[in-house]
T-cell receptor
Framework: KAGVTQTPRYLIKTRGQQVTLSCSPI?????VSWYQQTPGQGLQFLFE???????NKGNFPGRFSGRQFSNSRSEMNVSTLELGDSALYLC?????????????FGQGTRLTVV | QKEVEQNSGPLSVPEGAIASLNCTYS??????FFWYRQYSGKSPELIMS????GDKEDGRFTAQLNKASQYVSLLIRDSQPSDSATYLC????????????FGKGNQVVVIP
């Protein structure tokens, strides 16, 4: 059974640009969550999608957005990139909306903003 | 107060010894508790989940939960060099969303 797939694995962007990251969840999983991981802040929740609807959002500026498609694949977008957006962006896949379900992470996208 | 706190590390343990990791959380509504292992440069890997007070054992790992004290711990028995990693405590609510709150992690170094 294939795991969570994130693309691309690495990105280098310039300040002010925008970026789109992609996540394909485990087959049959309908919930996709996004997290940002930095050495200083650790893992921080960005947002969660289930059945193409954003169910929950973390405390991030509006430059961070996302969406989910009918096949459960998800994308997140960051506009007007800042140096502080450099981080590992992780996507987590869960079977259903929180009934004690476990989250499984993809390999992440390492974003560097220069 | 942070949502999830893990005591500072790193924790160095000799091979074969027990590594003990602790985590406290602030939200009394939390219902689901997880331990993830993250090797350097890799993504977090789920190793234990626990939902009820008490102990849960899986191989060399034991998770312990005490909701009254808002405390969850992880014991690693017979520690191996391959256990050297950062261990992340994650806490979630059961209803309505899949948001997890993570601690900053504890680095464990197993010394051969």
């Amino acid at each position: 059974k294939a795991g969570v797939t994130q693309t691309p694995r690495y990105l280098i962007k310039t300040r002010g640009q925008q970026v789109t990251l992609s996540c394909s969840p485990i087959s049959g999983h309908r919930s996709v969550s996004w997290y940002q991981q930095t050495p200083g802040q650790g893992l921080q929740f960005l947002f969660e999608y289930f059945s193409e609807t954003q169910r929950n959002k973390g405390n991030f500026p509006g430059r961070f957005s996302g969406r989910q498609f009918s096949n459960s694949r998800s994308e997140m977008n960051v506009s007007t990139l800042e140096l502080g957006d450099s981080a590992l962006y992780l996507c987590a896949s869960s079977l259903r909306i929180w009934q004690g379900g476990e989250a499984f992470f993809g390999q992440g996208t390492r974003l560097t903003v220069v | 107060q942070k949502e999830v706190e893990q005591n500072s590390g790193p924790l160095s343990v000799p091979e074969g010894a027990i590594a003990s990791l602790n985590c406290t959380y602030s939200d009394r509504g939390s219902q689901s508790f997880f331990w993830y292992r993250q090797y350097s440069g890799k993504s977090p890997e789920l190793i234990m989940s626990i939902y009820s007070n008490g102990d849960k054992e899986d191989g060399r790992f034991t998770a312990q939960l005490n909701k009254a004290s808002q405390y969850v711990s992880l014991l690693i028995r017979d520690s191996q060099p391959s256990d050297s990693a950062t261990y992340l405590c994650a806490v979630g609510r059961t209803e309505g969303n899949n948001r997890l709150a993570f601690g900053k992690g504890n680095q464990v170094v197993v010394i051969p």
